[in-house]
């Protein structure tokens, strides 16, 4: 069973910054592709960003471009989401996953990952 913990978040002013975790359970974490994907109240969770198995690859929401770092560290079985220059419109629970799916052509969709984490609250206060 793969688990998957988040960790890092917290209350920011606009223009900080945080760093997410996510620690992932198994032996396989290096053939998973990774994403953070958020939820503000009211609205359908969202894509943020991905990265390849190797870390070779990312990707990111026009929005988070710039701002966000996603980086992994397969020894440690372990994604990172950087966030810098916060904004309020950044107020979320974020969320990662994984999947074993490499197409890439579905990475930013709810549907293509099969494992998630229980979420960490970011609240960015203006």
């Known amino acids: 069973q793969v688990q998957l913990v988040e960790s890092g978040g917290g209350l920011v002013q606009a223009g900080g910054s945080l760093r997410l975790s996510c620690a992932v359970s198994?032996?396989?974490?290096?053939?998973?592709?990774m994403g953070w994907f958020r939820q503000a109240p009211g609205l359908e969770r969202e894509f943020i960003s991905a990265i390849s198995y190797s870390g070779i690859y990312t990707y990111y929401k026009d929005s988070v471009k710039g701002r966000f770092t996603i980086s992994r560290d397969n020894a440690k079985n372990t994604v990172y989401l950087q966030m810098n220059s916060l904004k309020p419109e950044d107020t979320a629970i974020y969320y990662c996953?994984?999947?074993?799916?490499?197409?890439?052509?579905?990475?930013?969709?709810?549907?293509?990952?099969?494992?998630w984490g229980q979420g960490t609250q970011v609240t960015v206060s203006s």
């Open positions: 198994g032996r396989t974490f290096s053939t998973y592709v």
């Open positions: 996953a994984a999947t074993d799916n490499t197409d890439v052509s579905g990475l930013r969709r709810v549907d293509h990952y099969d494992y």
